[in-house]
């Protein structure tokens, strides 16, 4: 280091590795700044895969890369394992609390929010307690255990009835999550578990995907979403639209027609793709700063993507609210770039306005092993040209934070080979 | 099927998918007979590289493939995932609960019995309590957490006191598991995780390793038990043999030395890796059929791998008492296929006695990434060369199960890389 020793270095501190925290933190490389990235789990986590993990593609670790591996080059941040329980916006400090539960104070003189979302069961805890959540890679593995589990207990069974209610499997919300969740399902019913089962076939399985609008994939262009539906279709998914849910039970889903007609429905496994909100953090910070909050929780900044009345706080990616901007993987890269950007240029004595503009470079969903859809702007693609858009787009991205060798081998097995080698579980 | 319609197929039932029931299922795959495997897993399990799922090497589906994907091909082979709670050998019948509590009766013309061995810690409530176990993928996800997690905890901890017990690793037991963890707790701290840390350096860690034995490694020749206490030292490793464990807590281990003098050392992360025996199955077929078992619970068969008196019940692989034949993996291999072939050859009518005959293949243990200890019959190798013998043969083994390209692929990020990829955690 060439800086005098007693000039006073800059703190960041950054909270949450997801895309947001990571792309900020990645940001300040070379910014003369001291980083600290705090965020509850040792992890990234490559969330726009997560459906993989949950459907035996992948493995944890390759959604998840340690988030202290992937800073380790970059001298000027350290990683904190502990969660941000609260914020002092006077003194400038975090409350923090380490896994083992001892707690620290920590300084800041810039502060990047990027907490993320969690999901929302729109406070109904029965929702919350039969639906399977689809957030975290516990989550998801948890999921894995229940869908495998699933088709071993319709082996087990000699009861007609109850191999049925095995078999299925009822998705709320029909977003790129509980599309993908319900394209992969198909995929193992019909595809990959074919010739696994002695007593029934797994083609029996029924696979329902519920959504309280009109279709699915709603922030695609609608001729998208009509293909996306059509293989989804293909692949034996039940679509069930205009359709909302009125209740969950530890066996069944009951919903709301668009005939305004109730129908319960018998499914051991049930998985809730409907709603996120802010992560608890938000809170925390609008309590602390007197920030808005929207209906979802997230915080509403400036043009800038700091906070207003506190230019040294920003929030960014999912828990921001700002311009109608979606929950995309890429908004969250770009406002976290840009904060760190903004608090650089101030260091550097640029003080100008710096207002964020998001550069669409488009959002995709994959749909089966050999489809999906991708929306760039005005062009839509589908079916096969689709997949490889998304192929080419998922390698570039997970290339960027290192060689992923082992997904490409993960995935040939699955998209060629039709198998499924991450499905371990126990009790 | 070209059998006639009313031909009563022989029942053989498999208790156990590991090395012993899955290689006397597959030795029956050309055998006029109906096969059910029953396991308690959904999986296969490649116990020898358990440590490297431990450790951050390895995803869990890498050396736990599904058992029913792995006889998928084999037509008269069914997969049920369940416990055996119960055997009536006169009737010829098997209770087995299902992971959703509900329960059936199994009956069986021929019986092959394969449970495995679990942790032992001599009815002692306290080691069990505060040592991690090292027998299931369940084990070495839970002890994975907490090896990576001890390291944000240093990292966290500015007390010096607090630091040193969270980088301080107790193993108990220096067989395979407990060399092997070591060696690769040494690898991580010495090569892999140096540059990930700020506030203290990776090398600072203790790895002890406890046994009550004067050398590690037992079972392998002297010269390579020296050769390898030589390579784990390189590593950092602090051997401590003739030592007994006297009481474990949450935050220590206590020990005898041989001197007779007790030391407390504090430890974050204890690990049992000191003993083991019969699963809870061999104590039910020992009450259903009058067996005896030895000190470690295991089953006393005769020459063919059959119980006295049953000559319609086998035991094989660890769970059985043989002639002093180790638990090694081979040995179950062997076990199974012969009991196998036993039952074939008496449906061929060909009733002679057939003793079961060990063919010795070698045994061998990893210390490090370039380093590996291996004995075959009288010669030994250790070092570079042990290290290759070891690659060969578990390359050659896994390639047994399937193609395992993604296996390879973290060997080499590991091992010329130096990183472990697997290794995302949570609460």
């Known amino acids: 280091m060439c800086r005098p020793h007693n000039e006073i270095v800059h703190r960041i501190v950054v909270i949450g590795s997801g895309f947001g925290g990571l792309f900020a933190t990645r940001a300040l490389k070379r910014a003369p700044?001291?980083?600290t990235l705090i965020a509850a789990t040792n992890h990234h986590l490559f969330q726009p895969l997560l459906y993989q993990v949950a459907t035996g593609i992948l493995s944890s670790g390759e959604i998840a890369p340690p988030t202290r591996e992937v800073l380790r080059r970059q001298a000027n941040a350290t990683v904190v394992q502990g969660e941000v329980t609260g914020l002092d916006a006077g003194a400038r400090t975090?409350?923090?609390?380490?896994?083992?539960?001892?707690?620290?104070?920590?300084?800041?003189d810039s502060?990047?929010?990027?907490?993320?979302?969690?999901?929302?069961?729109?406070?109904?805890?029965?929702?919350?307690?039969?639906?399977?959540?689809?957030?975290?890679?516990?989550?998801?593995?948890?999921?894995r255990?229940?869908?495998?589990?699933?088709?071993?207990?319709?082996?087990?069974?000699?009861?007609?009835?109850?191999?049925?209610?095995w078999?299925?499997?009822?998705?709320?919300?029909?977003?790129?999550t509980g599309v993908e969740l319900a394209g992969q399902i198909g995929e193992l019913a019909h595809r990959s578990l074919t010739k696994e089962f002695r007593n029934f076939s797994?083609?029996?399985?029924?696979?329902?995907?519920?959504?309280?609008?009109?279709?699915?994939?709603?922030?695609?262009?609608?001729?998208?979403?009509?293909?996306?539906?059509?293989?989804?279709?293909?692949?034996?998914?039940?679509?069930?639209?205009?359709?909302?849910v009125a209740d969950l039970e530890e066996t069944a889903i009951t919903v709301t027609g668009p005939d305004g007609e109730r129908r319960t429905v018998t499914a051991m496994t049930r998985i809730w793709a409907a709603?996120?909100?802010?992560?608890?953090?938000?809170?925390?910070?609008?309590?602390?700063?007197?920030?808005?909050?929207?209906?979802?929780?997230?915080?509403?900044?400036?043009?800038?993507?700091?906070?207003?009345?506190?230019?040294?706080?920003?929030?960014?990616?999912?828990?921001?609210?700002?311009?109608?901007?979606?929950?995309?993987?890429?908004?969250?890269?770009?406002?976290?770039?840009?904060?760190?950007?903004?608090?650089?240029?101030?260091?550097?004595g640029d003080e100008r306005p710096k207002p964020f503009r998001y550069r669409d470079l488009g959002?995709?969903?994959?749909v089966s092993r050999t489809s999906a859809v991708a929306a760039f702007g005005n062009r839509g693609f589908s079916g096969r040209i689709g997949w490889l858009a998304w192929l080419v787009v998922h390698l570039a991205f997970l290339t960027g934070f290192k060689n992923r060798f082992t997904t490409v081998v993960h995935w040939a097995i699955t998209f060629i080979g039709n198998a499924r080698e991450e499905r371990a579980f126990w009790s």
Not at 167 to 176: C, D, M, Q, R
């Open 33 to 35: 700044v001291a980083v």
């Open 202 to 244: 797994p083609a029996e399985a029924r696979i329902l995907l519920f959504d309280g609008g009109p279709r699915i994939l709603p922030t695609f262009p609608e001729r998208l979403s009509a293909k996306a539906a059509r293989a989804l279709e293909r692949l034996g998914v039940e679509l069930h639209l205009s359709t909302l």
């Open 145 to 165: 255990s229940q869908i495998f589990g699933a088709f071993e207990m319709a082996e087990w069974t000699a009861d007609p009835q109850r191999r049925a209610a």
């Open 275 to 348: 709603g996120v909100r802010a992560a608890p953090l938000a809170d925390i910070v609008a309590q602390a700063t007197g920030a808005a909050a929207d209906r979802l929780g997230r915080l509403a900044v400036a043009e800038d993507c700091s906070l207003p009345g506190h230019p040294e706080i920003f929030v960014v990616g999912d828990m921001m609210a700002l311009k109608d901007l979606p929950g995309l993987a890429e908004v969250a890269m770009q406002t976290g770039r840009h904060a760190a950007r903004v608090i650089a240029a101030r260091l550097a």
């Open 111 to 143: 502060l990047i929010v990027a907490g993320g979302m969690v999901t929302s069961y729109f406070g109904n805890a029965r929702f919350e307690r039969y639906a399977h959540g689809m957030k975290s890679i516990d989550d998801a593995l948890r999921l």
């Open 94 to 108: 975090l409350a923090v609390l380490a896994p083992d539960g001892s707690a620290q104070t920590v300084p800041y």
């Open 363 to 366: 959002t995709m969903a994959a």
């Open 167 to 176: 078999l299925t499997f009822a998705i709320v919300g029909a977003g790129p």
